[in-house]
Protein backbone atom coordinates (compact mmCIF):
# COMPACT_ATOMS: atom_id res chain seq x y z
CA UNK A 1 0.00 0.00 0.00
CA UNK A 2 3.29 2.30 0.99
CA UNK A 3 4.70 2.03 -2.48
CA UNK A 4 1.09 2.72 -4.29
CA UNK A 5 0.86 6.21 -2.72
CA UNK A 6 4.41 7.00 -3.50
CA UNK A 7 4.38 5.77 -7.03
CA UNK A 8 1.06 7.76 -7.48
CA UNK A 9 2.46 10.95 -5.60
CA UNK A 10 5.83 10.79 -7.10
CA UNK A 11 3.65 11.13 -11.04
CA UNK A 12 1.64 13.46 -9.57
CA UNK A 13 4.83 15.36 -8.81
CA UNK A 14 6.33 15.28 -11.49
CA UNK A 15 3.26 16.38 -13.63
CA UNK A 16 2.74 19.69 -11.82
CA UNK A 17 6.44 20.31 -12.02
CA UNK A 18 6.49 20.04 -15.87
CA UNK A 19 3.01 22.17 -16.45
CA UNK A 20 5.05 24.66 -14.41
CA UNK A 21 8.31 24.43 -16.35
CA UNK A 22 6.31 24.63 -19.87
CA UNK A 23 5.69 28.30 -18.71
CA UNK A 24 9.14 29.23 -18.64
CA UNK A 25 10.77 26.67 -21.37
CA UNK A 26 12.27 29.42 -23.77
CA UNK A 27 14.09 31.19 -20.39
CA UNK A 28 15.21 27.63 -19.22
CA UNK A 29 16.78 27.24 -22.63
CA UNK A 30 18.80 29.99 -22.91
CA UNK A 31 20.51 30.21 -19.21
CA UNK A 32 20.09 26.70 -18.07
CA UNK A 33 23.76 25.49 -16.77
CA UNK A 34 25.34 22.60 -17.78
CA UNK A 35 23.21 19.27 -16.77
CA UNK A 36 25.43 15.86 -15.85
CA UNK A 37 23.47 13.21 -14.27
CA UNK A 38 25.58 10.49 -12.83
CA UNK A 39 24.17 7.45 -12.04
CA UNK A 40 25.32 3.64 -12.40
CA UNK A 41 26.12 0.29 -10.43
CA UNK A 42 26.57 0.93 -6.88
CA UNK A 43 30.64 0.08 -6.04
CA UNK A 44 31.08 1.31 -9.77
CA UNK A 45 32.98 4.54 -9.23
CA UNK A 46 30.38 7.37 -8.71
CA UNK A 47 31.75 8.91 -5.63
CA UNK A 48 35.15 9.11 -7.23
CA UNK A 49 33.78 10.48 -10.72
CA UNK A 50 31.96 13.24 -8.38
CA UNK A 51 35.16 14.45 -6.84
CA UNK A 52 36.97 15.07 -9.77
CA UNK A 53 34.28 16.72 -11.06
CA UNK A 54 34.20 19.05 -8.39
CA UNK A 55 37.57 19.82 -9.29
CA UNK A 56 36.20 21.08 -12.29
CA UNK A 57 34.13 23.76 -10.99
CA UNK A 58 30.73 21.72 -10.85
CA UNK A 59 28.44 22.00 -8.37
CA UNK A 60 27.03 18.67 -7.01
CA UNK A 61 24.44 17.30 -5.61
CA UNK A 62 24.33 13.13 -3.76
CA UNK A 63 21.22 11.12 -4.01
CA UNK A 64 18.49 13.71 -5.41
CA UNK A 65 15.43 12.12 -5.61
CA UNK A 66 14.28 12.07 -9.46
CA UNK A 67 10.96 13.66 -9.08
CA UNK A 68 13.09 16.33 -7.98
CA UNK A 69 15.45 17.00 -10.84
CA UNK A 70 13.35 19.42 -13.32
CA UNK A 71 12.29 21.51 -10.72
CA UNK A 72 16.45 21.73 -9.16
CA UNK A 73 17.16 22.62 -12.98
CA UNK A 74 14.80 24.95 -12.85
CA UNK A 75 16.06 26.83 -9.96
CA UNK A 76 19.64 26.20 -10.89
CA UNK A 77 18.06 28.22 -14.69
CA UNK A 78 16.89 31.00 -12.34
CA UNK A 79 20.47 31.47 -10.44
CA UNK A 80 21.70 34.24 -12.49
CA UNK A 81 24.90 32.18 -14.04
CA UNK A 82 25.55 31.52 -10.38
CA UNK A 83 25.63 27.61 -11.23
CA UNK A 84 26.91 27.16 -14.12
CA UNK A 85 27.83 22.93 -14.02
CA UNK A 86 26.00 20.86 -11.80
CA UNK A 87 26.20 17.32 -11.13
CA UNK A 88 23.17 15.12 -9.84
CA UNK A 89 23.86 11.53 -8.69
CA UNK A 90 20.63 9.91 -8.97
CA UNK A 91 20.99 5.95 -8.17
CA UNK A 92 18.81 3.33 -6.85
CA UNK A 93 19.36 4.34 -2.64
CA UNK A 94 16.27 6.38 -3.89
CA UNK A 95 14.51 3.35 -3.88
CA UNK A 96 11.05 3.68 -5.00
CA UNK A 97 11.99 6.94 -6.46
CA UNK A 98 14.41 5.85 -8.83
CA UNK A 99 11.50 4.73 -10.50
CA UNK A 100 10.55 7.74 -11.91
CA UNK A 101 13.96 8.58 -13.31
CA UNK A 102 13.44 7.69 -16.61
CA UNK A 103 9.42 8.66 -17.12
CA UNK A 104 11.43 12.06 -15.82
CA UNK A 105 13.93 12.39 -18.79
CA UNK A 106 11.73 11.25 -20.77
CA UNK A 107 9.41 14.14 -19.69
CA UNK A 108 12.68 16.50 -20.19
CA UNK A 109 13.45 15.38 -23.71
CA UNK A 110 9.46 16.54 -24.75
CA UNK A 111 10.45 20.24 -23.14
CA UNK A 112 13.89 20.04 -24.89
CA UNK A 113 16.08 19.88 -21.75
CA UNK A 114 20.00 19.37 -22.15
CA UNK A 115 21.71 17.12 -20.05
CA UNK A 116 24.63 14.83 -20.28
CA UNK A 117 24.22 10.83 -18.24
CA UNK A 118 27.67 9.53 -17.68
CA UNK A 119 27.36 6.13 -15.85
CA UNK A 120 29.38 4.19 -14.29
CA UNK A 121 29.80 0.52 -14.54
CA UNK A 122 32.16 -2.14 -13.57
CA UNK A 123 32.20 -5.97 -14.08
CA UNK A 124 30.35 -8.40 -11.25
CA UNK A 125 33.53 -9.35 -10.20
CA UNK A 126 35.38 -6.11 -9.62
CA UNK A 127 31.94 -4.86 -7.55
CA UNK A 128 32.22 -7.93 -5.37
CA UNK A 129 36.24 -7.42 -4.84
CA UNK A 130 35.32 -3.78 -3.69
CA UNK A 131 32.52 -4.47 -1.75
CA UNK A 132 34.53 -6.88 -0.01
CA UNK A 133 37.03 -4.64 0.87
CA UNK A 134 35.08 -1.97 2.63
CA UNK A 135 32.75 -4.21 3.91
CA UNK A 136 29.57 -2.40 3.00
CA UNK A 137 26.32 -3.86 2.47
CA UNK A 138 24.55 -3.74 -1.04
CA UNK A 139 21.90 -1.41 -1.66
CA UNK A 140 20.02 -3.78 -3.45
CA UNK A 141 20.78 -6.96 -1.17
CA UNK A 142 21.52 -5.67 2.36
CA UNK A 143 20.62 -9.14 3.79
CA UNK A 144 21.76 -11.41 1.12
CA UNK A 145 24.88 -12.39 -1.27
CA UNK A 146 26.18 -9.34 -3.13
CA UNK A 147 25.94 -11.07 -6.54
CA UNK A 148 22.36 -10.72 -6.08
CA UNK A 149 21.79 -7.19 -5.46
CA UNK A 150 24.02 -6.74 -8.72
CA UNK A 151 21.92 -9.06 -10.99
CA UNK A 152 18.90 -6.45 -8.97
CA UNK A 153 20.47 -3.46 -9.62
CA UNK A 154 21.80 -4.38 -13.45
CA UNK A 155 18.24 -4.70 -14.54
CA UNK A 156 16.80 -2.32 -12.64
CA UNK A 157 19.32 -0.05 -14.14
CA UNK A 158 19.45 -1.40 -17.40
CA UNK A 159 16.69 1.66 -18.79
CA UNK A 160 19.11 4.69 -17.56
CA UNK A 161 22.13 2.69 -19.16
CA UNK A 162 20.20 2.51 -22.86
CA UNK A 163 19.93 6.39 -22.58
CA UNK A 164 23.50 7.06 -21.13
CA UNK A 165 25.68 9.84 -23.11
CA UNK A 166 28.92 8.22 -21.74
CA UNK A 167 29.35 4.86 -20.25
CA UNK A 168 32.73 4.08 -18.02
CA UNK A 169 33.62 0.93 -17.20
CA UNK A 170 36.18 1.78 -13.74
CA UNK A 171 37.09 -2.55 -13.39
CA UNK A 172 40.47 -2.04 -13.93
CA UNK A 173 41.09 1.94 -14.02
CA UNK A 174 43.55 3.92 -11.53
CA UNK A 175 42.13 7.01 -10.33
CA UNK A 176 44.78 8.93 -12.32
CA UNK A 177 42.88 6.75 -15.93
CA UNK A 178 39.31 7.74 -14.35
CA UNK A 179 40.44 11.38 -13.69
CA UNK A 180 42.02 11.67 -17.03
CA UNK A 181 38.76 10.36 -18.48
CA UNK A 182 36.45 12.56 -16.59
CA UNK A 183 38.94 15.86 -17.49
CA UNK A 184 38.26 14.86 -21.35
CA UNK A 185 34.59 14.46 -20.87
CA UNK A 186 34.00 17.37 -18.74
CA UNK A 187 36.55 19.92 -18.08
CA UNK A 188 36.37 23.14 -20.30
CA UNK A 189 40.27 24.07 -20.95
CA UNK A 190 43.05 25.79 -19.47
CA UNK A 191 40.76 26.55 -16.79
CA UNK A 192 40.94 23.45 -15.29
CA UNK A 193 44.55 23.03 -15.01
CA UNK A 194 46.72 22.63 -12.05
CA UNK A 195 46.35 25.89 -9.66
CA UNK A 196 49.59 26.82 -7.75
CA UNK A 197 49.78 28.44 -4.87
CA UNK A 198 52.68 30.39 -3.58
CA UNK A 199 53.42 30.89 0.00
CA UNK A 200 56.05 32.87 1.84
CA UNK A 201 56.83 32.24 5.76
CA UNK A 202 58.55 32.61 8.59
CA UNK A 203 60.38 29.50 10.19
CA UNK A 204 60.28 31.64 13.33
CA UNK A 205 55.91 31.51 12.91
CA UNK A 206 56.10 27.81 11.96
CA UNK A 207 55.89 25.81 9.14
CA UNK A 208 52.74 25.63 7.00
CA UNK A 209 50.75 22.51 7.46
CA UNK A 210 49.20 21.98 4.04
CA UNK A 211 52.60 22.78 1.63
CA UNK A 212 53.06 20.41 -0.72
CA UNK A 213 57.25 21.40 -0.99
CA UNK A 214 59.28 23.61 1.26
CA UNK A 215 61.93 26.00 0.28
CA UNK A 216 64.11 27.14 3.03
CA UNK A 217 65.82 30.36 1.37
CA UNK A 218 68.07 31.71 4.94
CA UNK A 219 71.16 31.03 2.90
CA UNK A 220 70.39 33.75 0.47
CA UNK A 221 72.49 37.57 1.67
CA UNK A 222 69.82 38.97 4.63
CA UNK A 223 68.51 42.35 3.91
CA UNK A 224 67.49 43.18 7.51
CA UNK A 225 71.03 43.82 8.55
CA UNK A 226 71.17 46.30 6.18
CA UNK A 227 69.50 49.32 8.18
CA UNK A 228 67.90 51.21 4.89
CA UNK A 229 66.26 48.00 4.16
CA UNK A 230 64.97 46.52 7.68
CA UNK A 231 61.27 47.26 7.40
CA UNK A 232 60.67 47.05 3.71
CA UNK A 233 59.69 43.50 2.24
CA UNK A 234 61.47 41.81 0.00
CA UNK A 235 58.71 43.07 -2.99
CA UNK A 236 60.17 46.71 -2.46
CA UNK A 237 62.75 47.06 -5.42
CA UNK A 238 65.75 48.33 -3.35
CA UNK A 239 65.10 45.10 -1.06
CA UNK A 240 64.57 42.76 -4.07
CA UNK A 241 67.81 44.09 -5.92
CA UNK A 242 69.63 43.68 -3.19
CA UNK A 243 68.94 39.74 -3.05
CA UNK A 244 68.92 39.47 -6.79
CA UNK A 245 72.46 40.65 -7.47
CA UNK A 246 74.40 38.19 -5.36
CA UNK A 247 75.93 35.34 -7.37
CA UNK A 248 74.43 32.75 -4.88
CA UNK A 249 71.19 34.26 -5.74
CA UNK A 250 71.52 34.06 -9.59
CA UNK A 251 72.64 30.49 -9.16
CA UNK A 252 69.94 29.30 -7.30
CA UNK A 253 67.12 30.91 -9.24
CA UNK A 254 68.92 29.32 -12.66
CA UNK A 255 68.39 25.66 -10.54
CA UNK A 256 65.14 26.65 -9.29
CA UNK A 257 63.60 27.34 -12.20
CA UNK A 258 64.57 24.35 -13.76
CA UNK A 259 63.30 22.44 -11.17
CA UNK A 260 60.19 23.84 -11.66
CA UNK A 261 60.01 22.98 -15.69
CA UNK A 262 60.44 19.86 -14.44
CA UNK A 263 58.16 18.84 -11.32
CA UNK A 264 55.14 21.12 -12.33
CA UNK A 265 54.34 18.79 -15.42
CA UNK A 266 54.83 15.78 -13.01
CA UNK A 267 52.78 16.76 -10.89
CA UNK A 268 50.04 17.25 -13.59
CA UNK A 269 50.83 14.00 -14.79
CA UNK A 270 50.27 12.38 -11.10
CA UNK A 271 46.95 13.80 -10.82
CA UNK A 272 47.59 17.20 -8.38
CA UNK A 273 44.80 19.71 -8.95
CA UNK A 274 46.86 22.24 -6.51
CA UNK A 275 49.96 22.36 -5.40
CA UNK A 276 51.28 24.41 -2.35
CA UNK A 277 54.97 25.79 -2.51
CA UNK A 278 56.24 27.33 0.37
CA UNK A 279 58.77 29.44 0.56
CA UNK A 280 60.59 29.98 4.35
CA UNK A 281 62.94 32.35 5.64
CA UNK A 282 63.96 33.74 9.44
CA UNK A 283 60.59 36.11 9.84
CA UNK A 284 58.73 35.72 6.19
CA UNK A 285 59.66 39.28 5.53
CA UNK A 286 62.53 39.69 2.93
CA UNK A 287 63.73 36.78 1.06
CA UNK A 288 61.40 34.23 1.15
CA UNK A 289 59.01 37.22 -0.32
CA UNK A 290 61.07 37.74 -3.30
CA UNK A 291 61.63 34.73 -4.33
CA UNK A 292 57.92 33.52 -3.88
CA UNK A 293 57.34 36.40 -5.92
CA UNK A 294 60.14 34.58 -8.41
CA UNK A 295 58.19 31.74 -7.98
CA UNK A 296 54.57 33.10 -8.92
CA UNK A 297 56.01 35.02 -12.11
CA UNK A 298 57.31 31.96 -13.39
CA UNK A 299 54.35 29.84 -13.03
CA UNK A 300 51.89 32.28 -14.10
CA UNK A 301 54.24 32.97 -17.11
CA UNK A 302 53.67 29.33 -17.97
CA UNK A 303 49.96 29.48 -17.78
CA UNK A 304 49.04 28.32 -14.55
CA UNK A 305 46.12 29.50 -11.78
CA UNK A 306 48.86 30.99 -9.51
CA UNK A 307 48.18 32.63 -6.53
CA UNK A 308 50.57 34.57 -4.09
CA UNK A 309 50.09 34.70 -0.58
CA UNK A 310 52.68 36.12 2.29
CA UNK A 311 51.25 34.19 5.33
CA UNK A 312 53.74 36.26 8.24
CA UNK A 313 54.69 39.62 6.50
CA UNK A 314 52.69 41.51 8.55
CA UNK A 315 53.81 39.99 11.53
CA UNK A 316 57.41 42.24 11.30
CA UNK A 317 57.70 45.75 11.91
CA UNK A 318 56.59 46.51 7.67
CA UNK A 319 56.79 50.04 6.98
CA UNK A 320 57.05 49.59 2.77
CA UNK A 321 55.51 47.17 0.92
CA UNK A 322 54.52 46.45 -2.92
CA UNK A 323 51.72 44.43 -3.62
CA UNK A 324 52.81 42.02 -6.61
CA UNK A 325 49.84 39.96 -7.99
CA UNK A 326 48.30 41.39 -11.07
Excluded at 58 to 70: E, R
Excluded at 74 to 79: G, K, Q, T
Excluded at 311 to 326: P, Y
Aim: glycine share 6%; hydrophobic share 40%.
Amino acid sequence: MMCYHVERWQKKKVGAIMAEMEKDTAATKKEAPRLVMVTGMSGGGKTQACRFMEDLGYFCVDNLPPVFIPKFVELCSHAGGHVEKVVLVVDTRSREFFDTFVTVLEDMDKLDLSYEILFMDATDEAIIRRYKETRRRHPMAPSSRISDGIARERSRLAPVRSKATYIIDSSDLKKVDLRDKIYRLFGSSEGDRMSVNVLSFGFKYGMPLDADMVLDVRFLPNPFYIDSMRHKSGAVPEVSAYIAKWPVTIDFERHLDSLLDFLLPQYIKEGKSQLVIAVGCTGGMHRSVYIAKHIYDLAKAKGYQTKLEHRDLMKNEVHEHISEEA
